[in-house]
Nanobody, 117 residues
Framework: VQLVESGGGLVQPGGSLRLSCATS????????MSWVRQAPGKGLEWVSD????????YYADSAKGRFTMSRENAKNTLYLQMNSLKPEDTALYYC???????????WGQGTQVTVSS
């Protein structure tokens, strides 16, 4: 099982980024997936979940209205579109394979998002 995130970078407040997570080694279309982030000096924070079909998404309050999670099962790829970014969104963003409520068995290596002027 591999999960590889990409798309992070430095962006100004109010800007946008689109993160991707390319997966392999498992049947992607049968798993819920998640984005989780870790800000400098802080613990892990759940950001969003998506059902296996992609029909339903769930967001932390901090992400609602600004972030959109999606997936392309034909490409085994997960996405996180982040708009109206704030400095407090600065974190290492991980995609993870979800196996239960706030329970994950595989993680990517993370992609750094820095929001700063």
């Amino acid at each position: 099982v591999q999960l590889v995130e990409s798309g992070g970078g430095l962006v100004q407040p109010g800007g946008s980024l689109r993160l991707s997570c390319a997966t392999s080694g498992f049947t992607f279309s049968t798993y819920y997936m998640s984005w989780v982030r870790q800000a400098p000096g802080k613990g892990l924070e759940w950001v969003s979940d998506i059902t296996s079909s992609g029909d339903f998404t769930y967001y932390a309050d901090s992400a609602k209205g600004r972030f959109t999670m999606s997936r392309e099962n034909a490409k085994n790829t997960l996405y996180l579109q982040m708009n109206s970014l704030k400095p407090e969104d600065t974190a290492l963003y991980y995609c993870a394979r979800r196996i239960g409520v706030v329970s994950y068995d595989y993680w990517g290596q993370g992609t750094q998002v820095t929001v700063s002027s």
